[in-house]
């Protein structure tokens, strides 16, 4: 990381995030497609990241050249590098049960990730109507994870739900 990152950095980590968070929630689906309200549950937290990578990718289209040549805040910039070292297939092999995955799911979610994905919504959408939009989507993306399915609540039902281990193994993580 030099002194020369800019916003245009940010946003090409912030979409490589929410592809490495669309894929870890596609495994997800696939770890637990034993169980269809647990797979379709992740499988929505999946098509979540799917948009929220369109979206960026839209507000990055916006901007001038200018605009993402400016100097990107250091602190945003380290943190987006942190989260980019988690490797997804590491951090599913971990995954037992659904409470494993839940907890990993509310760590990510509960992550630098989505407040500068807030900030970058925040600071660059010129209109207020589609930052409501986006900001309004992002909050309820996070409230599946804080107010979760009834089958989720019960931190000794997701124990007692066990993941098909060893699905994907062969994929490539990003």
């Keep these: 990381m030099t002194n020369t990152e800019t916003v245009a950095t940010l946003f090409e980590q912030m979409i490589t995030i929410e592809k490495k968070m669309q894929e870890f929630y596609q495994r997800l689906a696939e770890m637990f497609s ?4 647990v797979s379709d549950y992740w499988k929505q937290m999946m098509i979540d990241e799917i948009t929220h990578v369109q979206e960026l990718e839209d507000l ?5 050249t200018y ?8 602190y945003m910039v380290r943190k987006l590098n942190d989260l980019l070292r988690y490797p997804i297939n590491d951090i599913l092999k971990k995954i037992n049960n659904l ?5 990993t799911a509310h760590m990510f979610e509960d992550s630098e990730a989505n407040k500068i994905y807030k900030f970058l919504n925040t600071e660059f959408v010129t209109s207020d109507k589609r930052n409501e939009l986006i900001i309004n989507h992002l909050i309820t993306h996070i409230d599946k994870i804080n107010y979760p399915p009834v089958f989720m609540k019960n931190e ?3 124990k007692s739900i066990k993941a098909i281990l060893n699905l994907s193994d062969n994929k490539k993580s990003t």
Excluded: F, G
Aim: aromatic share 4%; glycine share 0%; charged share 35%.
């Design 34 to 37: 034993h169980k269809p309200e």
């Design 60 to 64: 990055r289209n916006t901007l001038t």
């Design 67 to 74: 605009q993402l040549k400016n100097p990107a805040d250091p």
């Design 99 to 103: 409470d494993d995955a839940y907890q």
């Design 156 to 158: 000794e039902n997701r």
